[in-house]
Nanobody
Framework: VQLQASGGGLVQAGGSLRLSCAASGRTFSTYVMGWFRQAPGKAREFVGEISWTGSSTSYADSVNGRFMISKDNAKNTVDLQMNSLKPEDTAVYYC????????????????WGKGTLVTVSS
């Protein structure tokens, strides 16, 4: 599975941005998908994950209620809708895929995508 994230950019605080991750591979629909982010000088942080069916999601407390992950198995994409953005959301965002789980620490990740930069100005 190869992953490619896109959609990053510059947005003002309070605004919205939608990231998309395109996946290659015929087994994409069976993977758990997740998003992580890494701000400059900080450790990688779990953002959220979605089950292989798309019916179940979980989020980090820092983004819960503002971010939403969706999965389209027909299109082989997983999106991250980010609302009410804050300057502290500034980071490089990565999508990830796991055969059975993702985990907040990323222990279940089998594939990482290249990141896309999100910058939120105050």
């Amino acid at each position: 599975v190869q992953l490619q994230a896109s959609g990053g950019g510059l947005v003002q605080a309070g605004g919205s941005l939608r990231l998309s991750c395109a996946a290659s591979g015929r087994t994409f629909s069976t993977y758990v998908m997740g998003w992580f982010r890494q701000a400059p000088g900080k450790a990688r942080e779990f953002v959220g994950e979605i089950s292989w069916t798309g019916s179940s999601t979980s989020y980090a407390d820092s983004v819960n209620g503002r971010f939403m992950i969706s999965k389209d198995n027909a299109k082989n994409t997983v999106d991250l809708q980010m609302n009410s953005l804050k300057p502290e959301d500034t980071a490089v965002y990565y999508c990830a895929a796991g055969r059975s789980y993702i985990g907040a620490g990323g222990n279940g990740v089998d594939y990482w995508g290249k990141g896309t930069l999100v910058t939120v100005s105050s």
